[in-house]
């Protein structure tokens, strides 16, 4: 069942939530269709790249956030395969906020333990736009906090389509029998197999779709959505979000 919300519960006087967020339940690894950020800009007569630095504010507020509870994994849907049939001058704007955000923020994130990743791929990112995130993935390697992890021009299909090719490489050059390819072995050609499938799934904005996101590895993931435009999205929203997931019990197929 699939839940929508759009409301928050207001702050204690201390500026902090009131949603009583259990330690004990926390979801591991938290994914976040960052949604909205050209609509927030229309809504506000401004023009759509104000809208995405708007939402650039916003990744750095939940980042701390997530920080601060002992999430373990927060992926960010930062823009897909299918983003650069947008207009240039908007791709061009996207692909310098990476480099802006991870150049403006590294400092803090080593100083607050949180290693950057990436998943997506590498060719046909402009050059400034992968040095930036090659330095902060070098930079923040020893970090073993909160895994910040950006996808970056990934596309889902792709993923699956690439790993697809790998399987039948190895079943070609004997590596493997194809009557023991199984669902780990797909899983270990993801660009995520490092890490555990999302928990939790958020989307922002009003839009109930997975747009190519992770479609192998939400098969069990939580799903929250609300119509809240990601620059407005607050932590009160996120930390609702994931009290809602710990109120919910995951059978995975089971009774």
Known sequence: MLHKFTQWLPKKDDGRTNLMVENNNLPRHIAIIMDGNGRWAKEKGLPRIAGHRAGMRTVK??????????????????????NWKRPKEEVDYLMKLPQEFLVTELEELIENNVQVKMVGEEAGLPPYTLEAVKTAIEKTKENDGLILNFALNYGSRNEMVNAVKQISTDVINGDIAVEDI???????????SSFSDPDLLIRT?????????MLWQLA??????????????????????????????????SI
């Open 61 to 82: 507020n939940i980042t701390k956030a997530a920080n601060e509870i002992g999430i373990k994994i927060l992926t960010l849907y930062a823009f897909s395969t299918e």
């Open 182 to 192: 199984n669902e780990e072995t797909i899983s270990n050609k993801m660009l995520t």
């Open 220 to 253: 069990y993931t939580e799903l929250w959505f609300t119509d809240v435009r990601w620059p407005d999205f607050t932590r009160e929203h996120f930390y609702e979000a994931i009290r809602d997931y710990q109120q919910r019990s995951r059978r995975y197929g």
């Open 205 to 213: 904005s009003g839009e109930i779709r997975l747009s190519n996101f």
